[in-house]
């Protein structure tokens, strides 16, 4: 069964300084993986995803995710955080079981809280 | 491009009560629409999978005659909670893919359901 988790419940940073929240993953053959955030009482909203291609994929307001397959991780990362980066992260992976709709299997979620 | 939209944004009702929770999609045609339920802090639970014109899929533990989903055109599903009760009280979100973005999702805003 395909499986995603996100390790750290709450990840705290400084404004200005670099960002990482972790995501693993455990799929059979290649993974398709995406990277959401939800910010309070609204949906969520695309921020990136590795299908194929390089390693480092960039998406938006500058966050980056880099793919590990030896690790199995999907790392969201971004160089500078700001303290409107405040908000709940989803990492997920595309299910490619038996019914193939393309539903999602979404880790737990990661708050994150970026402090002045 | 690709917006998703729920209405209503929020809903109060009363027991027994029955709710009905629209998904459009705004500029593109929706093949695949998914409904979430989201506790609160907690990551999103698949309540269903539904295609235009054929039934819904619905995840295991989840009740097909209280929670009623349509998919009748490319741009709209509904969700109705029939015969509401307080444990129903959630964040419901829908998400869609058409024909060019059937590897990610689009999400709508979420409606927030109140059962007193």
């Keep these: ?21 972790k995501c693993t993953y455990s799929v059979s053959g290649n993974p398709y993986l995406f990277w ?6 609204r949906g969520l909203q695309f921020l990136l995803k590795y299908i194929t291609g390089d390693n480092l994929v960039k998406g938006s307001y500058g966050f980056e995710a880099e793919f590990n397959k030896s690790q199995t991780s999907f790392h969201l990362k971004k160089p500078s955080a ?35 | 491009g690709a917006v998703v939209s729920q209405h209503p944004s929020w809903v109060i009702c009363k027991s027994g009560t029955s709710v009905k929770i629209e998904c459009r999609s705004l500029d593109f045609q929706a093949t695949t629409m998914f409904w979430y339920r989201q506790f609160p802090k907690q990551s999103l639970m698949l309540m269903a999978t539904s295609n235009e014109g054929s039934k819904a899929t619905y995840e295991q533990g989840v009740e097909k005659d209280k929670f009623l989903i349509n998919h009748a055109s490319l741009t709209l599903s509904t969700l109705t909670v029939t015969s509401a ?3 129903d009280s959630s964040f419901y979100i829908c998400s869609a893919t058409g024909f060019d973005s059937y590897n990610e999702q689009f999400f709508g805003p979420g409606t927030r359901l109140t059962v007193l």
């Design chain 2, 85 to 87: 009760h307080p444990e």
């Design chain 1, 36 to 41: 959401y955030v939800q910010y309070p009482n």
């Design chain 1, 82 to 116: 700001l303290v409107s980066d405040s908000a709940l992260y989803f990492c997920a992976v595309r299910d490619f079981g038996s019914s193939n709709t393309g539903k999602l299997i979404f880790g737990q979620g990661t708050t994150l809280q970026v402090k002045p």
């Design chain 1, 1 to 21: 069964a395909q499986s995603v988790a996100q390790p750290e419940d709450q990840v705290n940073v400084a404004e200005g300084n670099p960002l990482t929240v």
